[in-house]
């Protein structure tokens, strides 16, 4: 029942946020095939709570006591914030790197999953962002040993055309 009412919050706060925030801007860099449409205006620096002390410049922040994912452009302008569920295995907080992409793929839970941008590595468990495929909501709890922080379609293609390779991702508390 407690599982019921957990995905039933999830996924009602994400389509709230998902109303709220604009399409993420092109960004330079690989991009999905899917990926097509005009950029929406970027939010005002600051809004959505971004966390202080979450850095300067373009970065992907994520919030592990929030569940929730910002991305800032090189201004400190919040282009999308977002929530998500988080995987299993949380990194430290800390700053990482982009450091590998997949259009498509299966996560370590089995579910088919798109837009993966991974950024970490904890014990031999890979950590990143993604989205189910097929427009699957993305609820529901971890499976114990995963690493996937699961975003929406919308918020995974998002994330998808910001990341590119090496972009700086900040987690914090």
Not at 7 to 16: D, P, Y
Not at 71 to 86: C, I, M, S, T, Y
Not at 147 to 166: C, Q, T, V, Y
Request: glycine share 16%.
């Amino acid at each position: 029942m407690l599982t019921g009412a957990a995905l039933t919050t999830v996924v009602t706060l994400g389509l709230r946020a998902h109303q709220e925030a604009p399409p993420a801007p092109r960004s330079p860099g690989p991009a999905s095939p899917a990926a097509t449409g005009a950029a929406a205006a970027p939010e005002r620096p600051g809004s959505r709570g971004l966390p202080a002390r979450s850095g300067a410049g373009e970065r992907v922040v994520y919030s592990l006591g929030r569940d929730r994912v910002w991305l800032v452009d090189a201004r400190g302008g919040v282009r999308r914030a977002f929530r998500v569920v988080p995987g299993a295995v949380d990194p430290a907080p800390g700053r990482y790197a982009v450091t590998s992409r997949s259009l498509r793929g299966v996560g370590a839970d089995g579910t088919p999953i798109e837009h993966v941008v991974r950024f970490a590595d904890v014990r031999g468990v890979v950590v990143g962002f993604s989205a189910p495929r097929d427009g699957a909501p993305a609820a529901g709890g971890p499976a114990p040993g995963t690493g996937g922080i699961r975003a929406s379609g919308p918020d995974g293609l998002a994330m998808w055309d910001f990341a590119a390779l090496g972009t700086r991702v900040v987690v914090v508390g």
